[in-house]
T-cell receptor, first 111, second 112 residues
């Protein structure tokens, strides 16, 4: 079965700094990969997805992720953090009729 | 114009009780899901339904019984609630089995 691992359970960045969240996947077939964001006491919102088209994927709120097969990675970046980016971020891989999620990364943004 | 809705948002109940959570999606999707998020925020699939048929039952105790009366609804009934059932339960839907899933706002279940 396919799986993902998120490196770093907590990331703290300064406002305006680069945000980098790491995700590595394990898959025997070409994966479909997703990044979701969860704001406090809310559901999950899709940030972006990779479905075997372009390797550089752009999402909402200036987030983007690059699929690197050689490194089995799908890291999420944002060039300039805003206070509103403070949330929980989940990487996920599709396993036919279910998503398998990483453990999540909590992002805090310092003023 | 809510895409995936769940009721109730909060549910507080005593051990041993039976409770239900309802989910509806207006996206026209053919697949619906229940996920459980534990206190450490780990998300795990419980059930998947495609066109009202159960596709995945991920080793969930049989106290949990999902029901899909039609493609737009997937309800979750829980019998004999236990302390360990306390969690946030998310409903989701998608079109086809590998596409992105759209999540509801969650139901926070607290068992006392």
């Amino acid at each position: 079965a396919q799986s993902v691992t998120q490196l770093g359970s907590h990331v703290s960045v300064s406002e305006g700094a680069l945000v980098l969240l790491r995700c590595n996947y394990s898959s025997s077939v070409p994966p479909y990969l997703f990044w979701y964001v969860q704001y406090p006491n809310q559901g999950l919102q899709l940030l972006l997805k990779y479905t075997s088209a372009a390797t550089l994927v752009k999402g909402i709120n200036d987030f983007e992720a690059e699929f690197k097969k050689s490194e089995t990675s799908f890291h999420l970046t944002k060039p300039s953090a805003h206070m509103s980016d403070a949330a929980e971020y989940f990487c996920a891989v599709s396993n036919d009729y279910k998503l398998s999620f990483g453990a999540g990364t909590t992002v805090t943004v310092r003023a | 114009d809510t895409a995936v809705s769940q009721t109730p948002k909060y549910l507080v109940t005593q051990m041993g009780n039976d409770k239900s959570i309802k989910c509806e999606q207006n996206l026209g999707h053919d697949t619906m899901y229940w996920y459980k998020q534990d206190s450490k925020k780990f998300l795990k699939i419980m059930f998947s339904y495609n066109n009202k048929e159960l596709i995945i039952n991920e080793t969930v105790p049989n106290r949990f019984s999902p029901k899909s009366p039609d493609k737009a609804h997937l309800n979750l009934h829980i019998n004999s609630l236990e302390l360990g059932d306390s969690a946030v339960y998310f409903c989701a839907s998608s079109q086809a089995k590998r596409n992105e899933q759209f999540f509801g706002p969650g139901t926070r279940l607290t068992v006392l």
